[in-house]
């Protein structure tokens, strides 16, 4: 979940017709368009039209899954534990002092990433669930509030083996589209070395043809001078 161009945690990600995403701000700094993982040259966007492009949702989603959280405590410390009563997400050092006070020495603590990806709404509850309505992974506790609640879903690893496909269906796609692009740049290439042929000759033929009438005028010009002398 990392941008390749700043090595950040991928903000507001734009996916590239190579699939691959970065930054939205990130792009925007850039002059030339070549993809920074696979080094595909792009002639499109632009900098400037480069918010055109759809933000990746699924890889939004993950990538704030694995921000860093802060203890609710101290405000310094990385949190580490979730205390289930409290709600709160606890340092090292706070979780410990947590758990000898005696107003929450019966609270139960979880750890924080205690899944592979857990949300950030609900610590200690695995993402593991895809809502189709938003484009969006969530966990199930997620999708029983209202912002989910009728929302159409699907478990993540289905959802997962699905856009693999349409993925790989992509990639084929753009590889034929850019065996394409490379035939029509060539036929351009070819047609431009011919219109500079063309020109070249007819260049060459209105130099001759204003000597040949620079001649004659320069003749004209000669008898006529020799009449009035």
Do not use: W
Not at 93 to 108: I, P, T, W
Not at 125 to 149: A, F, I, N, P, W
Not at 161 to 176: C, H, N, P, Y
């Amino acid at each position: 979940m990392k941008c390749g161009i700043c090595q950040g945690a991928v903000r507001d990600p734009r996916t590239l017709s190579c699939l691959h995403s970065f930054c939205l701000g990130c792009l925007k700094t850039q002059r030339g368009f070549t993809c920074f993982k696979c080094k595909t040259p792009f002639v499109t966007p632009t900098p400037n039209d480069v918010g055109s492009l759809g933000c990746n949702s699924l890889v939004d989603s993950l990538a704030k899954a694995e921000q860093v959280v802060k203890c609710h405590t101290c405000d310094t410390e990385n949190a580490t534990m979730h205390c289930v009563e409290c709600g709160e997400n606890l340092g090292a050092s706070c979780s410990v002092v947590h758990k000898r006070s005696k107003a929450s020495s019966h609270h139960q603590q979880i750890p924080l990433h205690s899944t592979a990806a857990s949300c950030q709404k609900h610590p200690g509850t695995e993402l593991d669930t895809y809502c189709k309505k938003c484009c969006e992974v969530v966990c199930t506790k997620c999708m029983g509030e209202r912002q989910h609640s009728r929302h159409v879903s699907c478990p993540l690893g289905q959802m997962t083996g699905k856009l693999q496909d349409e993925i790989a269906g992509f990639a084929v796609g753009i590889r034929t589209r850019e065996e394409e692009a490379k035939k029509t740049v060539a036929a351009l290439d070819e047609t431009i070395n011919k219109i500079k042929e063309k020109h070249g000759v007819a260049e060459e033929g209105i130099r001759a043809y204003a000597e040949i009438l620079q001649a004659a005028l320069d003749g004209h010009v000669g008898s006529l001078r020799s009449e009035l002398s």
